[in-house]
């Protein structure tokens, strides 16, 4: 039963990398639209987290498989899409049209960061859970190891 507190912690490290780098890309796109930043800089830095946070979600979408089945249902939309943008060559943004989308990858992003948010919640209702299971199931077994009953 340890396992599963231990998949729970991974579950939500993985969660908070995510909308870490949500919100890193968030900022930059932000800066960039307050001109505190160039194009060129806020692309690079965009573009440099883009792929570590296709392959977190994959991963950690693919992790949900070993029993949670609802929550791997949650995130496979946006692996899905996350797929399309790949194969399409469409993930990265590009420098000279960053000004036209700056609005539709604000949009975008605050979308998943406020879906990451929701699955924040569900994975801190689900470690708790665990935790509180594991410790009835350690109390129990030290009570009948004893032979309190």
């Not at 929550?71 to 469409?90: D, E, G, Q, V």
Request: net charge negative; hydrophobic share 55%.
């Amino acid at each position: 039963m340890a396992w599963e507190v231990v998949l729970w912690v991974i579950f939500f490290t993985m969660n908070v990398a995510l909308v870490a780098s949500n919100l890193y890309q968030i900022v930059c796109l932000t800066d960039l639209e307050a001109d505190y930043m160039n194009p060129y800089d806020s692309s690079s830095r965009i573009n440099a987290v883009v792929i570590p946070e296709m392959v977190v979600h994959g991963v950690w979408s693919g992790l949900f498989l070993l029993g949670h089945w609802f929550l791997f249902l949650l995130t496979l939309p946006i692996m899905i899409y996350n797929t399309m943008l790949y194969s399409k060559r469409r993930h990265l943004i590009d420098v000279t049209e960053v000004f036209r989308s700056i609005d539709a990858e604000k949009k975008y992003r605050i979308v998943k960061l406020a879906f990451y948010l929701l699955l924040f919640v569900l994975v801190i209702i689900g470690l708790v859970i665990s935790i509180v299971n594991n410790l009835i199931d350690d109390k129990d077994e030290v009570l009948h190891g004893y032979g309190i009953y």
